[in-house]
């Protein structure tokens, strides 16, 4: 897949089809758009592209209070691939950007930027300057300048009870936050995950005789906190099972930093440096604060026991493959 950033360049000779939004987890909604649009491209023979945003048009304008990230925009652009994307164009969500009028982003995005003749967008989807445009207003243009325009119906969970379960990114944050990891992967059609490179941290599993990886964070407020069975990838043919910690150590530092640590059983090689996925399987309790290092490393035993009679009883638990 080509990654292009910014505003695209006026297109004289390549049209696209093309979907747009924040793709933010690419969840089973944006994987039904993801197919629509792979399948007009294969019928138009044209190249697919989706046009997504960086930063969050909310993480712009209210970075206090902006929603966590599902994916960092390098696992986004990562699945984006797995299913078929030929292009990716990433505009900088800056002041200029947000400025741009719903005619002015279908003008320069759309028709001079992309060539685009087949488009697809959520059925709530807005753009432009104060959310302006809207499906209609799309149909509408596309008619003038001569490009199909379809709008995705909601996809409801397949673990709904109701059909009032739409699957979205909001809802994914919820059960996340819940520890309802199995319902968070329904949604998403493979286990919750988060990747980054293994970096140096400060040892202290080693002296308590739990050597951890610390797992690069792109961002400090992760969806999901506190101590799961997890699975990790990229260090070997086969996925390792492991326990991992989400959260800000409270035993042993009141920085506040939130650290991705992961104790991976019966493995001891050297990994600094290498890039893994942790797949997020089973919640098995919140973050504590205890009362000295004895403690801790007693409740870190338990954990791992936990995590290991979880694999122990799920021995034909499904996953994905790495990306």
């Known amino acids: ?42 019928r138009l023979a044209i190249p697919s592209c989706v046009v997504s945003f960086e930063p969050h048009p909310r993480e712009f304008f209210s970075p206090h209070s902006a929603p966590t990230r599902l994916t960092s925009l390098r696992e986004k652009c990562s699945l984006l691939a797995q299913y078929g994307v030929a292009r990716a164009q990433i505009c900088r969500f800056d002041h200029a950007f947000a400025r741009l009028t719903a005619d002015e982003f279908i003008d320069r995005v759309l028709v001079r930027g992309l060539g685009t003749r087949w488009v697809m967008i959520g059925e709530d989807f807005r753009f432009g300057a104060k959310r302006s445009g809207d499906f209609a207003a799309l149909k509408a243009a596309g008619k003038l300048a001569g490009f199909e325009v379809h709008a995705m119906p909601t996809v409801v969970s397949p673990r709904a009870q109701s059909n009032s379960a739409r699957v979205s990114s909001s809802a ?37 005789g739990f050597p951890t990886a610390n797992v690069q ?22 996925p390792l099972e492991a326990v991992a910690s989400m959260g ?36 098995l309790r919140d973050e504590e604060k205890y009362t000295d290092l004895q403690t801790l490393k007693r409740q870190i035993a338990l954990d791992c026991d936990a995590a290991r009679a979880f694999f122990a009883a799920s021995p034909t638990l499904p996953y994905s493959k790495p990306a």
């Open 217 to 238: 964070l792109r961002h400090q407020r992760p969806p999901a906190t506190g101590i799961y069975a997890v699975r990790v990838f990229g260090l070997g043919n086969t």
């Open 1 to 42: 897949m080509l990654i292009y950033r910014g505003l695209p360049r006026a297109s004289a000779c390549t049209s696209h089809v093309v979907t747009i939004g924040n793709f933010d987890g690419v969840h089973l909604g944006h994987q039904a758009i993801l197919r629509q649009l792979r399948a007009a491209s294969l």
């Open 248 to 283: 800000i150590r409270p035993t042993v530092t009141c920085s506040g930093e939130m650290r991705l640590e992961v104790f991976i059983f019966d493995f001891s090689d050297q990994i600094y440096g290498r890039q893994v996925r942790v797949d997020f399987l089973k919640k």
């Open 172 to 208: 994914l944050r919820e059960m996340l936050a819940a520890g309802e990891v199995e319902l968070a992967q329904a949604m998403l059609g493979r286990p919750y995950s988060i990747s980054g490179r293994v970096m140096h941290g400060d040892k202290i599993g080693r002296t308590l």
